[in-house]
């Protein structure tokens, strides 16, 4: 299972921050996507999930059947082929409680008046199990209220994204504004769902001890091109590439 880029290009005002000849993700399990600012790493996860449109080039989800060329499809159809991303800058619903939110999550596209969802006594009978196991693990001050911090918004959107059941998920910047705590327990209920569940992940991310600790496969990006590519000890020990971008503490 893996998406497969192919001369993949994009130029914002005559700058090309996107140039990707090739590149597959998805076949290592947990992979991160690292890179300075400005590198074009969220523009290519855009890109991937056509909230961009590309310039050139195309990328294909190679799954189980035959290849699906998502470069033609519309993010609603992207979605439904179980290909999911959490949000870098969070956009909620901000009327509704915690537990609403899940729920609407859960709901399948049956449901063509949205706001049913919420009255409907036996999809919540249905959900409360899976609903109840995802508030145990992760703390929310009042599940019966609204998210107010970034951090529970945060949450609230990754969780929002894992009840999707998706296949292959991308997560930008996951962990930033979550205290330390809820770092770990998402890192670790990812672990487990790639472990379980037929799930990849492609992480974004500029927290690099939590790449090195978590991913099995890491790509280095840098002016819009993937440099390098390979184990996280084999990029964490290339000198001339740590002393360039990530500092002498990861030298």
Same mark, same amino acid.
């Given at each position: 299972?893996?998406?497969?880029?192919?001369?993949?290009?994009?130029?914002?005002?005559?700058?090309?921050?996107?140039?990707?000849?090739?590149?597959?993700?998805?076949?290592?399990?947990?992979?991160?996507?690292?890179?300075?600012?400005?590198?074009?790493?969220?523009?290519?996860?855009?890109?991937?999930?056509?909230?961009?449109?590309?310039?050139?080039?195309?990328?294909?989800?190679?799954?189980?059947?035959?290849?699906?060329?998502?470069?033609? /499809?519309?993010? +609603? !159809?992207?979605?439904?082929?179980?290909?999911?991303?959490?949000?870098?800058?969070?956009? *909620?619903?901000? @009327?509704?409680?915690?537990?609403?939110?899940?729920?609407?999550?859960?709901?399948?596209?049956?449901?063509?008046?949205?706001?049913?969802?919420?009255?409907?006594?036996?999809?919540?009978?249905?959900?409360?199990?899976?609903?109840?196991?995802?508030?145990?693990?992760?703390?929310?001050?009042?599940?019966?209220?609204?998210?107010?911090?970034?951090?529970?918004?945060?949450?609230?959107?990754?969780?929002?994204?894992?009840?999707?059941?998706?296949?292959?998920?991308?997560?930008?910047?996951?962990?930033?504004? /979550?205290?330390? +705590? !809820?770092?770990?327990?998402?890192?670790?209920?990812?672990?487990?769902?790639?472990?379980? *569940?037929?799930? @990849?992940?492609?992480?974004?991310?500029?927290?690099?001890?939590?790449?090195?600790?978590?991913?099995?496969?890491?790509?280095?990006?840098?002016?819009?091109?993937?440099?390098?590519?390979?184990?996280?000890?084999?990029?964490?020990?290339?000198?001339?590439?740590?002393?360039?971008?990530?500092?002498?503490?990861?030298?």
């Amino acid at each position: 299972m893996k998406l497969q880029l192919t001369d993949v290009t994009k130029r914002f005002g005559g700058r090309q921050v996107v140039n990707v000849p090739e590149l597959a993700i998805g076949a290592h399990g947990i992979e991160g996507l690292i890179g300075p600012n400005g590198a074009g790493k969220t523009t290519l996860m855009n890109l991937i999930m056509r909230r961009l449109p590309l310039d050139t080039g195309q990328v294909t989800w190679h799954a189980n059947g035959d290849p699906v060329e998502i470069s033609r /499809l519309t993010v +609603e !159809q992207i979605a439904r082929l179980g290909i999911v991303k959490t949000n870098q800058i969070v956009q *909620d619903f901000e @009327s509704l409680t915690i537990i609403d939110s899940f729920l609407l999550s859960l709901a399948d596209s049956g449901f063509e008046k949205f706001y049913r969802v919420f009255s409907d006594k036996e999809l919540r009978r249905q959900t409360e199990h899976e609903i109840a196991g995802y508030l145990d693990f992760f703390h929310f001050e009042a599940p019966n209220g609204r998210a107010l911090s970034a951090g529970e918004k945060k949450l609230l959107n990754i969780i929002r994204c894992l009840l999707l059941k998706p296949r292959f998920l991308l997560m930008d910047e996951p962990t930033a504004g /979550l205290p330390d +705590e !809820q770092k770990t327990k998402v890192m670790e209920f990812i672990r487990r769902k790639v472990a379980e *569940d037929d799930l @990849s992940i492609l992480i974004v991310e500029h927290n690099l001890d939590l790449i090195w600790n978590v991913c099995e496969w890491v790509s280095f990006m840098a002016d819009g091109e993937i440099i390098i590519q390979g184990p996280p000890d084999e990029i964490r020990g290339d000198r001339t590439l740590a002393e360039k971008y990530l500092g002498k503490d990861h030298v």
